[in-house]
């Protein structure tokens, strides 16, 4: 359908629009048009990544000057997919005049087609393994060999061979291009997906890709800094954003990385020392090159990129590399020292907690490196590497995070606490000393975002409360609306349960979660439900430990056995490889009507990124209230922060923090107006308002007062009218009332109104 919001001509691929959607889009446009960022709650279900698309594609088409770049971030490749499904739909719907370029962009491990590469295990395996063939000097030294004496991938000289000969050679022609497209295409003509991908995104008008690519400034300096300012940025499904923000500027570091970090040294010493007997005009030519300072290295080739400067701001780039460092044999000398200052700060039997400033200066003292040398530590560590020709970079990954800790401690005195803990609080009998630069501040590392683009989207079916992103991300949105959901039945069933049928609360509070009631009660709770809900049953749990100890529990009270007569039982863990063949398993479970439980946990894979609709999910159960570890040193210097600086208060955020994570996971059950599904919080602190009212909107709206204090035999009641009254027929288009279904003609009435129809 083809319809008009103000001046923009909309193409929408479907032939029905949800209100909601309508009005998303009115909202998007007005950011747009004010070149200011937003702030966007959409309930799941209902197109938010269509809207969004739709949107914005059709005014880069209605403004084609300047033109209008779209990068749209996800958090999994399996959203990444899923977004360029959507995409190649929409492009089936524009005028067959438009001509653009949309791909998307991920790591080696996912666009490489060389079967030596691929046999590596992990992601950075892979990218050790891609560069111990295509490294500049690996190719040189072929070149110089008899055909195959130097090993190297033919996908690469392929894709480096056309392009040589003319910049359009490689150029990809229109279209819309999934990973497993590149990876065909790459088969198909003998090129390299990974580098054709990386040299596409700067002619693509649409770029799909991970968070990490602009917020991770390691990898952000070098897949987007050549990205212009007109360019719209979506982060979607950005409930976390804050969160992802600080990891990214976050370091830990252990005895295993101190260990490691000296046998990185000791090996660069001997490539050193074998340089200088063979080459030294190489170390010369570095040398030189640091004199001149960092900004004038000059260009490197496409493949010796693999690593970037994390966080330095451009002041500091065009600065000249300390006098001190610019010799190998001192920058190594500065490193010993530095790991050796390190291990002794390790050697503690009690919790410590310094400011940078605090610790930059101890370092000084003690070790003679001043904040200048700290600063240029990872920058000056690329250097090096790309002159000593190391390949194996997955086995220099220890000095690498000691660099990037030394950069990190060297830049910012704000907003980050050192602390080193001798041990972890809830295993103090097993010696584990780490210390952790940790960073409070999540506006440190999307500033440079907001900064440097035009407009930023941050979108996500759970934002709420709404008005605390802001405050966390220390930015003003134009725009910051949550929206409703609009349908003609109530498919969706909120509950909130206080106690079991024996009347004893429940509770995942620290004094009531090892109680044998509490413990038997939600037990029953399940069996009552398995035994009543078709089909499948999620149940989230607060913690890994926590679901272990629970399951244990009802194993020896003869619970699960019991459960297992009605459904099957999968369970997450935190390997990957088993996790999937879980999800497999109980998929195929629900298909054949045999019916699954999957047991997962809050803030795990499963509850950020797996959708359990239609018969996958009837009910979910969210077994307590997911709050962070109290105790963790980490969070109370976060919280120490916040209320410093932004004025939110600890129980604020905790509360914030937990109803978002709980709504994420009751939210993988209802994912689109067709489904139907039931929600139930299980424990006794839902019912109060100051942690119920932090649910998003689209859930609080369902959840009726007389469903706020149920027992077991309550919600089983309550369910099973629910499941009753959701086997009828239903209109789906609403024509008996409030329209939640509109067609192109439904907007052709609203005329100059826009929101006469609602």
Same mark, same amino acid.
């Given at each position: ?5 103000e ?6 691929p ?6 909601e959607q309508y ?10 048009d ?8 959409m309930?799941?279900g209902?197109g ?5 698309l ?6 880069a088409?209605?403004?084609p000057?300047p033109? $209008?770049k779209?990068l749209y971030?996800?958090r999994t490749v399996?959203?990444m997919?899923k ?10 719907h524009?005028?067959p005049?438009?001509r653009?370029?949309a ?6 491990k ?5 079967p030596?590469?691929l ?10 393994a891609?560069r111990?063939?295509?490294?500049s *000097?690996v190719?040189?030294a072929a070149a110089?060999?008899?055909p195959?004496?130097?090993p190297?991938?033919s996908f690469f000289e ?11 050679a ?9 990973l ?6 790459g088969r198909?003509?003998? *090129?390299?997906?990974?580098?054709l991908a990386r040299?596409?995104i700067?002619y693509a ?6 968070y990490q690519?602009?917020?991770d400034?390691?990898v952000?300096g070098?897949? #987007?800094r050549e990205m212009?300012r007109?360019c ?7 409930h976390?954003i804050?969160n992802v923000? =600080?990891?990214?500027?976050?370091v ?10 000296t046998r990185n040294?000791?090996?660069m ?7 200088k007997?063979t080459?030294a005009?190489?170390l010369r030519?570095?040398y ?5 300072g960092l900004a ?5 080739a496409l493949?010796?990129a *693999?690593?970037?400067n994390?966080?330095?701001p ?5 600065e000249?590399v300390p006098?001190? =460092?610019?010799?190998?044999?001192h920058?190594l000398s500065?490193?010993r020292r530095?790991?050796q200052y390190?291990?002794?700060r390790l050697q ?6 310094e400011r940078p400033?605090?610790?930059v200066?101890s370092v #000084?003292?003690?070790a ?6 700290l600063?240029f530590c990872?920058?000056?560590?690329h250097?090096l590497m790309?002159?000593l020709e190391?390949?194996?970079t ?5 000095i690498?995070t000691?660099?990037?800790?030394a950069?990190?401690v060297g830049t910012?005195m704000?907003?980050?606490s050192i602390?080193?803990e001798?041990f972890?609080?809830?295993?103090p ?12 501040d999540a ?5 440079p975002?907001?900064?440097r683009?035009?407009s930023?989207i941050?979108t996500?079916g759970?934002l709420s409360?709404i008005d605390?992103?802001p405050r966390?991300?220390?930015?003003n ?5 949550s ?7 109530d498919?969706?069933c ?6 079991g049928s024996?009347?004893?609360p ?11 009631g509490?413990v038997?009660?939600?037990?029953r709770l399940?069996l009552?439900?398995v035994?009543?809900v078709p089909?499948?049953i999620v149940?989230?749990?607060?913690s890994?430990s926590?679901?272990?100890g629970?399951?244990?529990?009802w194993?020896?009270m ?7 007569q009605?459904?099957?039982v999968f369970?997450?863990?935190q ?5 999937? $063949?879980?999800?497999?398993n109980?998929r195929r479970?629900c298909?054949?009507?045999r019916?699954?439980v999957f047991?997962?946990v809050?803030r795990g ?5 797996i959708d359990?609709?239609r018969?996958?999910?009837r009910?979910?159960?969210?077994f307590?209230v997911?709050f962070q570890?109290?105790?963790s040193r980490i969070?109370?210097?976060?919280l120490?922060y916040l209320?410093?600086?932004f004025q ?18 009751v939210?993988r059950?209802?994912r689109?107006?067709?489904d139907?599904?039931m ?5 006794k ?6 942690k119920r009212s932090?649910?998003p909107g *689209?859930?609080?709206?369902?959840l009726h007062?007389?469903?706020?204090n149920?027992?077991t ?11 009753r009254?959701?086997?009828?027929p239903y ?6 009332g409030r329209k939640t279904l509109?067609s192109q003609?439904?907007?052709e009435?609203?005329?100059e109104?826009p929101?006469?129809?609602f």
């Open positions: 359908m083809k319809f008009q919001i001046d923009v001509t909309v193409y929408f479907y032939d029905y629009i949800y209100p009005e998303y889009m009115v909202e998007l446009k007005r950011a747009l004010a070149r200011g960022h937003c702030l966007l709650e309930p799941t209902t938010k990544t269509v809207a969004l739709s949107l914005i594609t059709s005014y088409l209605a403004r000057s033109p $209008l779209l971030c996800t399996h959203e997919e977004t360029l499904a959507e995409l190649r739909l929409l492009h089936s524009l005028p005049t438009h653009s370029l791909l998307g962009l991920s790591s080696r996912n666009l490489c087609v060389n030596y590469v046999s590596s295990a992990s992601r950075d395996s892979v990218d050790s891609c111990r063939l295509t490294a *000097w190719r040189a110089e060999q008899p195959g004496a130097v190297t991938c392929s894709y480096d061979r056309a392009a040589s000969s003319g910049p359009d490689v150029l990809l022609p229109p279209g819309v291009y999934t497993g497209d590149l990876r065909a295409l198909e003509k003998g *090129w390299c997906p990974y580098f040299q596409m700067r008008n649409v770029v799909v890709y991970s690519y602009l917020l400034p390691k952000a070098i897949i #987007s212009q007109e719209v940025v979506v982060f979607d499904e950005a976390n804050d923000c =600080i990891e990214a500027l976050s830990s570091v252990r005895r295993q990385t101190l260990d490691g970090a040294l000791h090996r010493a001997q490539e050193i020392d074998r340089f007997a080459d005009s190489r030519a570095e030189n090159r640091l004199v001149e004038q290295r000059g260009n490197l493949t010796d *693999w690593l970037s994390p966080a330095l451009d002041d500091i780039l065009k000249a006098g001190n =460092i610019r010799r190998a044999e920058f500065v490193l530095l790991v390190l291990k002794g503690t039997e009690n919790v410590e907690t400033v605090d610790f200066a #000084s003292s003690q003679g490196i001043d904040q200048k040398m600063r990872y920058d000056r560590l250097s790309l002159t190391i390949t194996d997955d086995e220099f990954l220890h690498q000691i660099c990037d800790f950069t990190l910012y704000q907003g980050f602390i080193i001798p972890d609080e809830r295993m009998h097993i010696p584990d000393p780490v210390l952790q630069l940790s960073c409070h506006s440190l590392a999307i500033k975002v907001f900064d683009f035009q930023v941050i996500s759970t409360p605390l992103y966390l991300l220390n930015f949105p134009v725009i910051s609306r929206f409703t959901m609009s349908l003609t039945r498919c969706i909120p509950m909130v349960l206080t106690r024996d009347q004893l429940v509770s995942t509070k620290f004094d009531m979660r090892s109680d044998p509490v038997r009660n939600y037990g399940l009552e439900m035994a009543a089909d499948g149940c989230f749990f607060v890994y926590y679901m272990d629970i399951v244990n529990s194993n020896e003869g619970i699960l056995q019991d459960v297992m009605h459904k099957l369970i997450e863990t390997d990957v490889v088993e996790t999937t $063949l879980a999800l497999d109980y479970a298909d054949c009507g019916g699954a047991f997962s809050a894979k499963v509850a950020e990124g359990f609709d018969h996958y999910g009910l979910v159960i969210m307590g997911p570890y109290t105790l969070l109370i210097a976060r120490e209320r410093n600086t939110i208060k600890e129980g604020d955020f905790l509360t914030f923090d937990a109803l978002r994570q709980a709504a994420q996971c939210g059950v209802i689109s107006k067709a139907y599904g929600m139930i919080f299980a424990d602190r839902y019912s109060r308002h100051d932090k649910l *689209w859930i609080l709206s369902h007062d007389a469903h706020l149920l027992s035999d309550m919600a089983l009641h309550i369910a099973r009218e629910f499941l009254r959701m086997a009828q209109d789906k288009a609403g024509t008996g509109l003609e439904d907007l009435k609203m005329g109104d929101m006469n129809m």
